[in-house]
């Protein structure tokens, strides 16, 4: 088992930065890919942004968050981030981080089915 925990979400004005930090614990030699969704009111979950972890390289975005959003991890930490810059009141939302026990490809990296693993969530909320 994978345990995940996220922290850093909170209350930012539009056009300001924050970053979401989610650490692993466990099991996380099983974890072969790491994202980000999140969920807005009314609205279905949807992937944000993925990267494999291991050396093989690979890393997504949604197009809504394609260059504002940077996914990075420490591994000395187990800990997987999100810098999130010029936020909209659109990307107001709860953030979940997500571990998968396989790599991500492009055609399945947004797919919620193959994450295995999830975390408990953290609120962001965009003012204008």
């Known amino acids: 088992q994978v345990q995940l925990v996220e922290s850093g979400g909170g209350s930012v004005q539009a056009g300001g930065s924050t970053r979401l930090s989610c650490v692993a614990s466990?099991?996380?030699?099983?974890?072969?890919?790491m994202g980000w969704l999140r969920q807005a009111p009314g609205k279905e979950r949807e992937a944000i942004a993925a990267?494999?972890?291991?050396?093989?390289?690979?890393?997504y975005y949604a197009d809504s968050v394609k260059g504002r959003f940077t996914i990075s991890q420490d591994n000395a930490k187990n800990t997987l981030y999100l810098q999130m810059n010029s936020l909209k009141p659109e990307d107001t939302a709860m953030y979940y981080c997500?571990?998968?026990?396989?790599?991500?490809?492009?055609?399945?990296?947004?797919?919620?089915?193959?994450?295995?693993?999830w975390g408990q969530g953290t609120q962001v909320t965009v003012s204008s």
């Open positions: 997500a571990a998968r026990e396989s790599g991500c490809s492009w055609w399945d990296w947004k797919s919620e089915g193959w994450y295995n693993y």
């Open positions: 466990g099991a996380t030699y099983r974890t072969g890919c």
């Open positions: 990267r494999n972890t291991g050396g093989g390289g690979g890393t």
